[in-house]
């Protein structure tokens, strides 16, 4: 009897601890999506040399940037990469080298500014930076809505990123919700007026010279006398 009892009890015991072990493995996960900012065309465009970072290993904006400027100093390309659930984000991101900082002035282009978690917007007043989506609303409807419009004419949208204050503070979680911010804006954006609006992220820029005033339509060089004037 009592051998009999062993041999009911051992399969029932070798069912347990499968079922045991079972339990603790892990699901295998799905293939993740990338997504690629801001296209994928863009990424096979390039010809430089790109070096893909993972935020996640960096727990401040400082050590961020100083990787990111080494590469750029020798003329290597920053992706930007971090998960989202299930999709992998790649973010093709411009960073000049630190040893030739210099000041660039933008005359066709829209500038949004992101500085220290707020936003300026083509030079204006620091607004909220979740103001952004009307903000990249507004000027399309504008330009859309001019006399003679064509997509040829559409504005490059220049979006800057930087944390000029407090680099050795500032978690990286603050640049991937500003990155959160302008990745789903723009794929909203692009989807809702079906354009392909050619925007450009740049990090650690904050030498902007504002566009010179536009010249008056009817304001015309004194020309001498007897002498035609040339355009």
Known sequence: MKKLYLLVLIPLLGVFSCSQEVEHVHEVSEDLETL????????????????????NDFKTYAELIAEMDQNACNGKGNILSFTEENTVLKILVFKTC???????????VDLFDFQNDSLRSNFETTISPHLFTAKIQESLDTQINAPYFTKEDLKRILISIDYSNTRQNTSIENLKNTLRIITSTMTKVQDAYQLDIPYFIEIDKTNFTPPPPPFL?????KQPQGKPEHY
Request: net charge neutral.
């Open 36 to 55: 690629y900012f801001p296209s994928e065309d863009r990424f096979k465009a390039s010809q430089t040399e790109k070096v893909i970072i993972d935020l």
């Open 98 to 108: 630190a040893e030739e900082s210099s000041f660039a002035c933008f005359g066709h």
């Open 217 to 221: 339509k009817n304001s015309k060089r």
